[in-house]
């Protein structure tokens, strides 16, 4: 056969569900010569990223670290290592991954029951008081950031229910960490992962995640083995701590990856990163109101970097999507499950929350759907977003 010939990717912005736009820096990192899994330097950039996750999840957890695995694992390093079968687990599903969250957790022989909201909205304390009486979990399980929504879901008050009902929480902040306040030790979190791919600016392909000293007591005194070996962490935590025993061999150049993506942000300062997102959201969503777009996630609790917003009436999905990938370079996510052809998905994650994307993303809107009959005023979109940068600085 003849041989294909050398890649050459075509340059988008990335402003989906994820992956991100990928920062310079963090695509040089990526370019640095490989080293062994155990050699010294790399050993160092472990200690490194390991003391930055700390920070950045806001922990003073021994036991964090970056599984060699996409986010997805990291949801499943969470629940296989705390579960064990016959467990009781209660999962709070209000989108895509807090069913995906109950499947994993089915598939560990727990014991499951859900507690649902409708797309888009956000659980309260009173949503789970009564099926933590009645239930008694082990392990609760919910998402901070749910990507197929929109919607932000507050963290601490749901914490407290939980623990005084002497449960475990497992939060996912795959889409949260590096883009929005996440705080492990603050909020009681007793396990929470992520992903490398969202707010971080890094390729897919790490997921960090930080265990508290209660969850880690939980997995050593566990009755039967982890039913993952590649993803149990009472062996990967002797991988990243001091004994460094052999376990797998580390994906090197993601990890100088990560190392630069976490190095970043909060070289700009967690305060200034979270404020810089919001800043964006705030000017896309005046520029999508000057359209008669809104939002499909709840009021009050709509995602910075995740703008999940319903596609007009008559606006065909596909085409606008198409439309912008090839004419603009751009890329939406469509909606899933219940919002499928009902929204897009607008992401302004790490290094794609700038206002140069948020002007250019509006401006081939605006011609797009002109070109499909929806009456709107050329320019307004523009407009109204600058208004936002102009008060924002």
């Known amino acids: 056969m003849s041989l294909p010939e050398r890649l050459q990717p075509p340059v988008r912005v990335l402003m989906g569900p994820g992956p991100s ?21 790399y050993l160092e950039i472990m200690d490194q990223l390991q003391q930055m996750l700390r920070t950045l999840f806001q922990t003073q957890n021994q036991m964090t670290f970056a599984v060699s695995a996409t986010g997805s694992a990291g949801m499943e390093a969470a629940f296989v290592n705390l579960v064990e079968p016959g467990d009781r687990v209660m999962i709070c599903v209000n989108g ?3 069913s995906r969250m109950v499947d994993v957790a089915t598939r560990c022989g727990a014991e499951v029951k859900t507690v649902e909201r409708p797309w888009g909205e956000v659980f309260s304390v009173e949503d789970l ?18 990507t197929s929504t929109g919607a932000n879901q507050p963290i601490p008050e749901i914490a407290n229910a939980v623990h005084q009902a002497n449960a475990m929480l497992i939060v996912d902040a795959v889409t949260a960490l ?9 909020w009681g979190v007793d396990v929470m992962y992520s992903g490398s791919q969202k707010c971080l600016s890094c390729p897919p392909g790490l997921a960090p995640i930080t265990f508290n000293p209660k969850a880690v007591d939980v997995i050593l005194n566990r009755r039967s083995k982890v039913q993952s070996w590649y993803l149990d962490v009472s062996m990967l935590a002797s991988y990243w701590g001091s004994e460094r025993v052999y376990h797998h061999t580390a994906p090197i150049n993601m990890s100088y990856g990560l190392h630069e993506a976490v190095r970043l942000v909060l070289a700009e300062g967690l305060d200034v990163c979270f404020a810089r997102h ?3 959201h705030q000017a ?3 520029g999508l ?19 999940a917003v319903t596609i007009p009436h008559g606006v065909d999905d596909v085409t606008v999507r198409k439309g912008l990938l090839e004419r603009f370079g751009i890329e939406i996510g469509g909606g899933l499950g219940a919002f499928k052809g009902k929204v897009w998905r607008i992401g302004l994650m790490g290094y794609a929350a700038r206002s140069n994307n948020v002007l250019l993303l509006l401006a081939g809107l ?14 307004a979109s523009i407009a109204a977003a600058n208004q936002v940068y102009s008060a924002g600085r």
């Open 129 to 146: 008081a009564p099926l933590l009486d009645q239930f008694q979990p082990k392990v609760v399980g919910i998402v901070q950031a749910e």
């Open 284 to 286: 896309l969503k005046a």
């Open 21 to 41: 736009d990928i920062h310079p820096n963090v695509l040089e990192a990526m370019g640095k010569p490989t080293v062994g899994h155990l050699d010294p330097y």
């Open 96 to 98: 895509v991954f807090g």
């Open 289 to 307: 109101a000057a359209m008669g777009i809104s939002f499909a996630a709840q009021d009050g609790h709509q995602l910075p970097m995740l703008n």
């Open 366 to 379: 605006e011609q797009l759907l002109a070109e499909q009959g929806v009456s709107l005023e050329p320019g």
């Open 278 to 280: 919001q800043l964006q």
């Open 178 to 186: 590096g883009g929005m306040p996440v705080k492990v030790d603050e």
